[in-house]
């Protein structure tokens, strides 16, 4: 308990660093909530990361947004922040129907893109986006869809632990509470593409997406709630959705911003098909088998608490008659708030365990905008693909795509 409290303390308030001269100068557009968690508390750690300027829709919002966390400069405008030659990067925290038109805007202006999740409203503008000429240019501008989650040592041990070929079945689950996201919040406004699929599911779709290491080929069912006011009728609060994945698994995820008071973690549970297992100490006659499950407890903010369980159930049995002669389980936990207490081929790189998985994050896209060795990334390809695995979905439940935005690229 002490360490999981001194874990999280020091990760909401970590040790100030001195600046290099070189540093990352950052612009935010929007004083949105997600800013301090996606960027402003991690860049406090960061050498090479220092947070310049602020722009929103109301000013005097983005001047008591810059005041409380020691922003330099305010602009009046978004457009004021990419026209501006000392700013080299964009943090847009914006909510999703925005996302592409000050994508776009930012890469066209030259800035790197750290790109709040989900990246875009639909797979329409997720292709034009990431296939954008000027990403495929020398010195192109770095664009990061922001999946913080898929950066933190706990996922890559994880997937350590799972053969994707040999994946029959993966159930993932993810909530809020009710009183966390009220009625007339962004994540219901249609025209500002919310949802619970858009807002929590994501997660959970991606998570699918790694653990089979693959693309679904179909969605086979997608069961929502909606307020059914007439006004918010098109976003959903809770879903259910299952995919069928090319090697025959089934996948499911689902996920309520409506939860009960009592929160319950983030969980991806991978149950696994019987593979033989060689052993020579066993006669010709007999073969051992294993069937494994393994659950990621706390995958989207695993850097306050989270708990990998691995349970084998192994079988000694006759090959004629397929009959046991042994039966036993092996289970065992693990944990990974570094990469070193992960270990294998990300062993050596750098973390403290109170690093969040925006930390994490941050690492890996101030390594791209140096030019220096990432070890995990989440590429434009890989962004497409998880807004078509959200269209699949949205289509299933009836609900309809996200609405495209009016703003032409041309």
């Known amino acids: 308990m002490i360490s999981l409290v001194n874990r999280v303390f020091t990760a909401f308030g970590p040790p100030t660093v001195e600046k290099k001269s070189d540093a990352i100068r950052f612009g935010i557009l929007g004083a949105a909530k997600i800013a301090p968690l996606a960027l402003i508390t991690p860049a406090k750690s960061h050498p090479e990361v220092i947070l310049q300027a602020v722009s929103a829709r109301d000013r005097t919002r983005a001047e008591e947004f810059a005041k409380k966390h020691g922003i330099p400069d305010v602009r009046d405008s978004y457009q004021e922040i990419l026209d501006d ?24 202006a030259g800035k790197h893109v750290l790109l709040e999740k989900p990246s875009v409203s639909n797979a329409t503008e997720a292709n034009i986006l990431f296939n954008l000429p000027e990403l495929s240019q020398p010195n192109a501008p770095v664009l990061l869809e922001a999946f913080h989650h898929r950066f933190h040592p706990s996922v890559q041990l994880f997937r350590s632990f799972i053969n994707p070929a040999d994946v029959v079945h993966v159930h993932t689950d993810s909530m809020v509470p009710w009183f966390i996201t009220a009625k007339d919040n962004i994540e219901f406004n249609y ?7 858009m807002m929590l599911g994501t997660y959970n779709f991606g998570m699918l997406r790694i653990i089979f290491n693959d693309e679904p080929e179909e969605c086979l069912t997608c069961d929502t709630s909606v307020f059914g006011d007439g006004v918010h009728d098109k976003c959903d609060y809770d879903f259910k959705a299952k995919f069928r994945f090319p090697n025959g698994g089934i996948g499911e995820a689902t996920t309520s911003l409506r939860g009960p008071i009592l929160w319950k973690p983030s969980e991806a549970r991978v149950t696994t098909r019987e593979v033989v297992v060689p052993d020579k100490t066993l006669p010709s006659t007999q073969e051992k088998v294993l069937t494994r499950q393994v659950t990621l407890h706390g995958f989207i903010h695993a850097f306050i ?106």
């Open 85 to 108: 030659p000392n700013i080299d990067a964009i943090l847009i925290p914006l909510p999703n129907s925005l996302h592409f038109e000050w994508a776009v805007r930012a890469i066209r």
């Open 191 to 197: 025209n500002l593409s919310g949802g619970s699929i």
């Open 305 to 410: 608490w989270h708990r990998i369980d691995v349970k084998d159930s192994n079988v000694i049995r006759n090959k004629a008659d397929r009959q046991p002669v042994k039966q036993w389980v092996e289970s065992k936990s693990h944990k990974a708030y570094t990469y070193k207490e992960a270990g294998g081929e990300f062993a050596h790189l750098p973390g403290e365990d109170w690093w969040m998985s925006y930390r994490y994050q941050l690492e890996e896209f101030v390594n791209r905008v140096k030019g220096s060795p990432t070890q995990y990334w989440v590429s434009g390809e890989d962004s497409v693909n998880q807004m078509k695995m959200i269209d699949m979905a949205y289509e299933k439940s009836g609900l309809g795509l996200r609405p495209t935005s009016s703003f032409k690229v041309t």
